[in-house]
């Protein structure tokens, strides 16, 4: 009985309440709001006795609700009261303060020494040199995007705006993200959503992500067509294709958006009809081989008046990727950039076993296709991009030292934006107005200021690149490697990069004389005319 009555305690409070202050409130009106409550209560608490679908509310009355509550707000205490500095959830505090400091220009110095743990495993710093440089100017950081099949190279930022379609992120977003992009002289990849109007308006350099929805580029059955993809590839701004075969949030998964949320605009964007399905297949549908993948890339090169094609991916099979490899020795097409996304990445909402269990972390993917290509001869013809938790600038050293070229990040520019990781990205109740398409909620995003911030973020992080370069003794991001980079392996024990992991030599895999029973065996496995593997 007294179980039962604690149970039931706060419904009886409140509808002894109810009866007692609704009488009082016509003789003292100082009483209504109380009352008002008091009913209010009431009334909730004898809905959740009758309703089915909430057992604690059926057992326990009104204060079965504080449960909803908590778990509402739970995110939010848990990011500005219980989390630790250092604790990733997917971003620290440190890493989101130190982009917030230095998109505002303000001082990102730190007293009292390092909060982390030096001695702990996986730890990692550079290796400082006896001899420092002079600082070099950050605005030499570019490298040069294009082969000799490419007639208009790009001169790319090492530090660059990953892959954030418009309907996922807000007009507003995409307006201030491409400003401060133009504003830094750096490059915006647009996503799979195409290129919309709001990409346009800041006039900053362009990056045109080729999904396998074929989105701005597509015929009214979804298929490829050429007259629309060289319409847009061969505008100014637009500056390199980007063929997207996986993605780091969701590789191997195709998309849609809901009838519901393709309004006019984005239906304008990615040439789909209003009000239906957007559908994003798996599968590209312009290729199903890797030779055929090649010519897909000679189309796009041709199309787009000779601009840099390449292509984008989480690793998943490697004898796939080496395939892909094979073709292009075959063929004779090399494509000029590819981007190895990690699984870490992702900006859209996916399934939690995509997110957590499927895809190769950047690194390990960056290392593969790194060492692919130097054994197949073509390291020299084809940049490496990387994305994956880049947001400091020891993240594009440690990437650079490995084996990339430049490096793009995604949520790092969120942050800059003013994205405070409320983890509502799909709810469409973004508190920023970055990641959403509620007018009113994007409307607190300010485009002149928050593109200020893009490029004051962009510049701050690569001015800190310069000091880390200049204390190693280098005065260009290209002269790092993998003996620049230090890792703990235990308490007592640290290794460069360079002997933690193989690096093969120029041409071994193509000649046969790679002796890493790995790279070896995948590479005897790869087919340059099926994804498929030999038996």
Not at 126 to 131: D, E, Q
Not at 157 to 185: D, P, Y
């Amino acid at each position: 009985m007294t179980l039962r009555l604690n149970r039931f305690s706060a419904l009886a409070f409140c509808l002894a309440a109810a009866l007692v202050t609704v009488p009082l409130a016509f003789k003292y009106h100082w009483l209504w709001l109380p009352a008002l409550i008091a009913v209010a209560l009431a009334l909730v608490g004898l809905r959740d006795l009758v309703q089915k679908e909430h057992a604690i509310r059926r057992n326990y009355p009104v204060i079965g609700h504080i449960r909803w509550f908590a778990e509402l707000i739970r995110p939010e205490l848990r990011q500005y009261l219980f989390e630790a500095d250092e604790e990733a959830a997917p971003f620290s505090r440190s890493q989101r303060s130190l982009v917030y400091r230095r998109a505002k220009g303000i001082a990102g110095d730190q007293p009292f020494g390092t909060l982390l743990d030096v001695y702990r495993e996986g730890y990692e710093f550079i290796g400082h040199s006896t001899r420092p440089s002079a600082a070099a100017d950050p605005a030499s950081f570019r490298i040069t995007i294009g082969n000799d099949q490419c007639r208009q190279p790009y001169s790319a930022s090492v530090f660059n705006i990953s892959a954030m379609s418009f309907g996922s992120l807000s007009a507003n977003a995409i307006r201030a993200l491409n400003t401060g992009a133009r504003l830094g002289n750096f490059s915006h990849d647009t996503g799979e959503g195409s290129i919309s109007r709001y990409h346009r308006e800041g006039g900053g350099d362009i990056v045109w992500e080729i999904a396998s929805g074929y989105f701005g580029c597509r015929d009214e059955h979804g298929s490829f067509d050429p007259d629309r993809f060289a319409r847009q590839a061969t505008e100014a701004q637009v500056k390199m294709i980007e063929i997207k075969l996986s993605q780091g949030a969701k590789p191997g998964h195709g998309g849609i958006l809901p009838a519901p949320k393709v309004s006019p605009e984005i239906a304008e964007t990615r040439g789909v009809p209003v009000g239906l399905d957007c559908i994003s297949p798996p599968n590209h549908s312009a290729f199903s081989t890797p030779l055929e993948m090649m010519s897909f890339i000679a189309q796009l090169r041709t199309l787009s008046g000779g601009k840099p094609v390449g292509f984008k991916l989480c690793l998943g099979q490697p004898w796939e990727f080496m395939g892909i490899v094979k073709a292009m020795l075959e063929s004779g097409v090399v494509p000029d950039f590819i981007v190895v996304d990690g699984a870490e990445g992702g900006t859209g909402a996916a399934p939690v076993e995509f997110s957590d269990h499927i895809g190769l972390p950047m690194r390990e993917g960056l290392l593969f296709v790194h060492n692919v290509l130097i054994g197949a001869g073509l390291r020299t013809k084809v940049k490496i991009g990387v994305a994956g938790r880049i947001v400091s600038a020891f993240d594009i050293a440690s990437a650079l030292a490995i084996g990339a070229d430049w490096t793009n990040a995604a949520r790092g520019f969120m942050f800059a934006l003013g994205c405070v990781q409320a983890l509502s990205c799909n709810t469409n109740r973004c508190p920023t107005g970055v990641a959403t398409q509620d007018a009113i909620r994007q409307r607190a995003l300010v485009v002149p200021d928050k593109a200020q911030r893009v490029h004051l973020f962009h510049a701050n992080t690569l001015k800190a690149l310069s000091d880390m370069l200049a204390a190693a003794g280098l005065t260009h991001p290209s002269d790092l490697g993998p003996h620049h980079l230090v890792r703990r392996v235990s308490p007592t024990e640290i290794r460069l990069f360079s002997d933690l992991h193989v690096f093969l030599e120029p041409g071994e895999l193509v000649s046969g004389s790679c002796e890493h029973a790995f790279y070896r065996r995948n590479w005897d496995a790869a087919r340059a005319d099926s994804f498929d593997r030999l038996s």
